[in-house]
């Protein structure tokens, strides 16, 4: 899965809309302080999926609109979209129609985020679990933020291991193993009451 384009429309500081290309190879960003660098990189990671406002500097989801400036006023919307090359077809079956692959969130004042993969309306977890079947996604380690390798190597091996699983490609079956356990949880509850009924009626 190879990343070719990010759209921001009203994300943070990128008030107008701007289209970057992804070439091939390591991309690095560089600007004066201030200029909106790591704006780019919470962009990717939260057009992915990441929920956590602490994750966008924010107190609230809605901190990732442009809030205004003295000589500009505040937008109403802020929408991102990471353009996926699907030359390969390793995107899921349901999307896997086309060469390229538009994913979109769009997140508006009081009405909360919404996501497509093209033109299709989908769901977060969809698109979460797009990116970690393929080894990315808004946690991915091959997002560094400032402060990040200092981080790692002073990190306990927990922390180390879960970036190991992440490049090895298996985050995506921890959560499909989460929601697993959660729906056995759900059928044992279930039983427990079928014997409950079971007794009442004996
Ligand atoms: P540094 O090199 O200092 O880390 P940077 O290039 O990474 O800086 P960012 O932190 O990405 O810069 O961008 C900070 C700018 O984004 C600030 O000017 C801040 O006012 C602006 N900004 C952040 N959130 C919003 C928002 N919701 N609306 C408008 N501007 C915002």
């Not at 943070?12 to 190879?25: E, N, R």
């Not at 990717?44 to 602490?54: D, F, I, Y």
């Not at 797009?130 to 990040?148: E, K, M, N």
């Not at 298996?170 to 279930?190: D, T």
Request: a positive charge; proline letters at 3%.
């Amino acid at each position: 899965m190879r990343f070719t384009r990010l759209r921001l429309n009203g994300f943070k500081s990128f008030v107008d809309p701007t289209d970057l290309v992804i070439a091939d190879g390591l991309t690095g960003v560089v600007g004066p302080n201030g200029c909106g660098k790591s704006n780019l990189l919470e962009a990717l990671r939260w057009v992915m999926g990441e929920n956590r406002p602490t994750a966008m500097r924010g107190g609230g989801m809605e901190d990732v609109i442009f809030a205004g400036t003295a000589t500009r006023p505040a937008r109403n919307f802020a929408e991102v979209a990471l353009i996926i090359d699907n030359g390969e077809r390793l995107a899921p079956a349901a999307f896997n129609d086309s060469d390229s692959l538009d994913i979109t969130r769009r997140i508006t004042r009081d009405a909360g985020s919404a996501y497509k993969v093209g033109t299709k309306d989908v769901r977060a977890r969809d698109v979460q679990m797009l990116f970690a079947d393929a080894s990315t996604g808004a946690h991915s380690p091959a997002l560094v933020r400032q402060g990040q390798i200092s981080e790692l190597i002073n990190a306990k091996p927990t922390s180390r291991r879960r970036i190991l699983e992440e490049a090895a490609g298996i985050s995506g079956l921890y959560q499909r193993r989460h929601e697993a356990e959660l729906k056995l949880k759900g059928a044992e509850a279930n039983l427990l009451r079928v014997d409950d009924v079971v007794g009442q009626l004996a």
